[in-house]
């Protein structure tokens, strides 16, 4: 028997809540110890969502956040704008449509905030991820810095996209922050 042998396949059904962050999520946000240095950025992050100045939306499951959106808010003049960041996936769950859930949920939340126009930014190396923001009506208005391309979205004037494929699958969202 040598050690590269399949033995068989394994098909998984996750079932997650996406809601905002409570206190008690904040130390599995340093998804085992992957993000332990940003324990600060964290914190800060949450206590913006205190403040009412941000929000970090997780998808729970099994008490372990899959997947977040974190939100920053600002005013521009009299437009209310979001900035999405530190929006990612667990790995091993990627490419399961938990993303797009996440992201609609997300814009659901800040269109019913009155949120007219978000933003965010992707690295200029990561075409995937560029695709996916843009299938998902988003797109780039500049080169940001640090290598990265600025994308946004007029919320107000977009409906979230068509839930398909493998993201149909039964969720449940609570997002009231």
Request: hydrophobic content about 40%.
């Amino acid at each position: 028997m040598t050690h590269l042998q399949e033995f068989g396949k394994v098909e998984v059904t996750v079932r997650a809540t996406i809601r905002p962050c409570q206190k008690e999520d904040l130390p599995a946000l340093e998804w085992m110890g992957l993000y332990t240095r940003h324990r600060n950025i964290i914190r800060d992050a949450f206590e913006a969502q205190e403040r009412g100045d941000g929000l970090m939306l997780l998808a729970i499951a099994a008490e372990f956040p899959i997947a977040q959106v974190w939100v920053r808010f600002r005013q521009h003049g009299r437009k209310s704008l979001a900035y999405l960041w530190a929006v990612r996936t667990f790995h091993p769950l990627q490419r399961a449509g938990i993303g797009r859930q996440m992201m609609q949920a997300a814009e659901r939340i800040l269109a019913r905030h009155g949120i007219e126009r978000a933003e965010l930014e992707v690295d200029c190396g990561n075409q995937d991820v560029l695709g996916f923001y843009r299938g998902l009506g988003w797109h780039v208005v500049d080169r940001g810095d640090n290598d990265c391309f600025l994308l946004a979205k007029n919320i107000a004037l977009h409906k979230p996209a068509r839930t398909t494929g493998a993201a149909k699958q039964q969720r449940q969202v609570d997002a009231r922050p």
